[in-house]
């Protein structure tokens, strides 16, 4: 037996494991910019149109938040609207699935399993890597095609495809050493997703300032590769390079440890226990405080860096129609920052439903991993414990929006030489937001109360929610159906006037949704596996 | 109260699979009572019904005098439980998992918790995930022995420990049985420890009790093998009731005989002439094996279990 025997079967299992997955993430993954492309086209026919587009999107703002325009033309553009989205997603996906189909296997001792059949050491790493590359490769090719097939040029198509082929293998490699570092799965994730949002940062911070932090950057790399604007192949080097170092980091490691064991050593806990440490809330406390400082931490920066950009809009000299329409569209009608800031919160209150969903979803984990059978055996009901981890989901969600608003307020503040107002109007930007996460936690509940096999929907229902928000104009569909994203109801703040109404309405209807899940958890059978 | 548990009739359906197939158990406060059948009959769930986890689709089930789903919250403080799967708060030391379980059960005995971990050697410093499968249950055990509560349901608790600590657990549940109206309700699978340990057992296979009682009114309704050298030739012997297999060999007689039929059996034998005798009684195995089996449960009259 080899160090690699076994790598074909354990692929073949995780494609057969992943299959609806993985399906998921690579036809979305392909459609996004095939469609980008087809709208561009009908949007700005002629040469004159788009060069009055491209004209105002060297603006530093939108250069944060989406990278620097290379190129005048539908490619370039396509390039630049859906690029980082794209980079970020993928490497989401490739990240995700390495650090499955080994830290997760191993966690849950089901390697060990398969590691006593004939497995070689190498294998499972292998066996991840491999299926995350086939289906880069597979992203890649879908979206050199479908580009193509739009009537864009080949070059570019095909390096747009490579650029986030790439980067979703260097995420597979990042992950591959992540997944080494910690015995827990999650900790694994979580480290190379830090990298990950880490990278798009630096990159928003070396597109506006010191251009050379954006070559630190793998999502600042992608672009480089200037999809449609004078291709620079020599960049995929990067990638290959950096990729390879990490992936070799992981196989030293591999052949280091033991089965289970990680690099980063668990320490022994105290011979006491914290006093504290008496209730389900308390106990949540301890499950869920690592998560939210992270996600706390993250946003911080992102409201931070985003806020500090958010002034570089003021520099355009003659603040032109086309961008109006454009940050209008994103973001309301008072005031171009106004509008730019109000963009950015509304990402900002997304991606803080993300953390939401993740909070929501703990309570299933505590249930399908059987934990949650000694805690109920104990005086504790069913709701008791459902409200403790509803509360960090709801609170929770509270708290990193409050610090993104606050560190916008500072970043913008700063620039502009008034923190205490601007402190104030973007905590009241970021706090608009919590009803509609809250629409998705109260989503989430219902799902574990009425059919907590389909938990994993809420996770549907949230991107769902961002594609229609951000897309549906674009592909011009009807308002009703982005109505019906909890999103598309938030006030836009800084500029709009703020109306209470659609608050109400979003807080009752997750209220609603919270109190279904919950009467559906009271009388079902726990656990369900 | 002299019942702890009494379910009647109990009826548990997972979709088309019939977990519970009208269930009878009745455990008397203060015995410690064993319940056994063979992988799936049903014990896990009836468990998880009296602790109100699950909803039962018919039949009724008392607990400690109370409805396990209604009084949930009331009877879980006098009761305390170990899963049949430990798995532990990964991010949780061993003793903070042993102290949240107690006080969230109003409380426990510090002194009696440090006792129990020394006696089963076990470090409650480690997080929840580098313990391995003995050591996690013995947090479990732990934390279920140090509260003071009139019920223990232990479900397969000993299915990890080694030997030494087996015998450990064996020993805290005697003095458990020493302290007056404590109750337990232990599913196992280890047949050393059921007849070392319960006062009463029930064996139930899919999803039915087929038997229950103590140890020695069980071992009465089963079979003894003989092994007899005689003076004479006998006869009559395979007419007489509850002899089974006889066989013949150069004057030595080989037979099973139900318990029951013992005496007359003997007396039969005596008056031929008695030169040598060999007696087995039946096995622990035997005796469950004979249930566990499907398809000797099934055949009637029993024939004896050859290993
Ligand atoms: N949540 C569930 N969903 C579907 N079927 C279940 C579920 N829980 C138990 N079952 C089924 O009910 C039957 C009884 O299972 P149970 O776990 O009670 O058995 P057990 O006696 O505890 O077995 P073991 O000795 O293996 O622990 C089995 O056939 C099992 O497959
Ligand atoms: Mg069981």
């Not at chain 1, 490691?253 to 033991?258: F, I, K, T």
């Not at chain 1, 809009?313 to 973001?331: A, E, K, V, W, Y």
């Not at chain 2, 009572?33 to 009959?41: V, Y």
């Amino acid at each position: 037996m080899n160090s690699l025997t076994g790598t074909r079967a354990l692929a073949r299992l995780a494609f057969r494991l992943d299959r609806v997955r993985l399906t998921v993430w690579v036809l979305g993954l392909a459609v996004m910019p095939m469609g980008t492309a087809a709208n561009y086209l009908s949007l700005y026919p002629t040469e004159a149109d788009l060069r009055a587009v491209s004209a105002v999107l060297s603006n530093p703002s939108l250069v944060a938040l989406s990278g620097p325009l290379f190129g005048l033309s539908i490619g370039g553009l396509t390039a630049w609207k859906i690029g980082v989205t794209e980079f970020i997603l993928v490497g989401l996906m490739s990240l995700l699935t390495v650090v499955r189909h080994t830290r997760t296997e191993e966690e849950t001792g089901r390697l060990e399993l398969i590691g006593a059949t004939v497995v070689g050491r190498y294998a499972p790493l292998t066996a991840a890597l491999l299926v995350t590359g086939l289906v880069n490769l597979a992203i890649a090719a879908l979206i050199a095609l479908g580009l193509l097939a739009t009537g864009l040029p080949a070059a570019g198509s095909l390096a747009f495809g490579l650029a986030t082929g790439l980067v979703g293998m260097l995420f597979a490699a990042i992950a591959a050493a992540s997944a080494q570092l910690t015995q827990s799965a999650r900790a694994a994730s979580a480290i190379a997703g830090a990298v990950l949002g880490g990278t798009y940062l630096l990159r928003a911070v070396g597109d506006t300032g010191p251009t050379w932090l954006s070559w630190l950057s793998p999502t600042g790399w992608a672009l480089h590769l200037r999809p449609y604007a004078g291709e620079r192949w020599w960049v995929a080097g990067l990638f290959v390079g950096v990729g390879a170092v990490f992936a070799v980091v992981a196989y030293a490691l591999v052949a280091r440890r033991d089965v289970g064991a990680g690099l980063l050593r668990e320490r022994l806990g105290s011979a006491e226990s914290s006093p504290a440490l008496r209730s389900p809330l308390a106990l949540a406390w301890r499950l869920h405080r690592g998560l939210l400082l992270g996600w706390t931490i993250g946003l911080a920066l992102t409201g931070a860096v985003m806020g500090g950009a958010a002034a570089g809009i003021g520099d355009l000299q003659s603040p032109n129609q086309q961008l109006t329409d454009i940050l209008t569209r994103m973001g309301g009608n008072n005031g171009l920052t106004d509008a730019f800031l109000a963009a950015i919160f509304g990402i900002t209150g997304m991606v803080a439903a993300a953390y939401t969903v993740q909070a929501i979803l703990r309570l299933r984990q505590e249930e399908s991993s059987g934990r949650v059978e000694a805690l109920l055996a104990t005086p504790v009901g069913r709701l008791r414990w459902a409200a403790s981890h509803l509360t960090f989901a709801l609170l929770g969600t509270a708290l990193l929006l409050a610090a993104a608003g606050i560190a916008g307020g500072l970043g913008y503040g700063m620039q502009v030489h008034d923190i205490g107002g601007q402190i104030g109007r973007l905590l009241g930007a970021a706090l608009v937001q919590l009803p509609a996460t809250w629409v998705l936690a109260g989503f989430g509940t219902a799902l574990i109360g009425l059919a907590p096999r389909f938990s994993a929907l809420a996770w549907a229902a949230l991107i769902l929610s961002v594609l229609l928000v951000e897309l549906g104009a674009l592909f011009g569909l009807s308002q009703w159906i982005v109505d019906a994203t909890p999103f598309a109801h938030v006030p836009k703040l800084p500029g709009s006037a703020f109306t209470v109404t659609p608050m109400l309405w979003l807080t009752a209807i997750a209220l609603a949704l919270g109190a279904v899940g919950l009467a559906g958890l009271h009388r079902r059978d726990v656990p369900v596996a | 109260m002299t019942e702890a548990i009494h379910v009647d009739a109990l009826v548990k359906t997972f979709g088309p699979t019939r977990a519970l197939d009208g269930l009878d158990l009745s455990v008397r406060t203060g015995e410690v009572h064993g319940f056994l059948g063979p992988n799936g009959a049903g014990k896990s769930t009836t468990i998880r019904i009296l602790l109100g986890l699950l909803r039962a689709d018919s039949g009724s089930a008392r607990l400690l005098g109370g409805d396990p789903r209604r009084d949930a919250a009331e009877l879980h403080r006098r009761l305390a439980y170990v899963p049949g799967d430990v798995t532990l708060w990964p991010n949780l030391s061993g003793i903070e998992v042993i102290d949240l379980l107690g006080r969230l059960r109003g409380g426990l005995n510090a002194k009696r918790r440090d006792e129990l971990l020394e006696r089963f050697d076990l470090d409650p410093r480690k997080k929840g995930r580098a313990y391995s499968k003995g050591n996690r249950q013995k947090v479990a055990l732990v934390a279920a022995l140090a509260s003071d509560v009139d019920l223990l349901i232990l479900d397969e608790p000993t299915s990890g420990l080694d030997p030494l600590m087996e015998e450990v657990f064996r020993q805290v549940i005697r003095e458990e049985q020493q302290r007056d109206g404590r109750t337990v309700l232990l599913s196992s699978h280890i047949l050393a420890e059921v007849e070392a340990l319960c006062d009463r057992i029930t064996i139930i296979r899919d999803g039915r009790a087929v038997e229950t009682g103590t140890l020695a009114d069980m071992r009465h309704l089963t079979r003894t093998s003989i092994e007899v050298g005689l003076a004479g030739p006998v006869t009559g012997l395979d007419t007489l009731p509850g002899v089974h297999d006889v066989q013949t060999h150069n004057g030595t007689v080989r037979f099973d005989v139900d318990t029951s039929a013992l005496d007359a059996v003997l007396r039969h034998l005596t008056t031929v002439g008695i030169l040598s005798l060999t007696s087995q009684p039946p096995t622990l195995e035997e005796l469950f094996l004979r249930h566990y089996d499907r398809t000797q449960a099934d055949e009637k009259p029993q024939t004896r279990v050859t290993r």
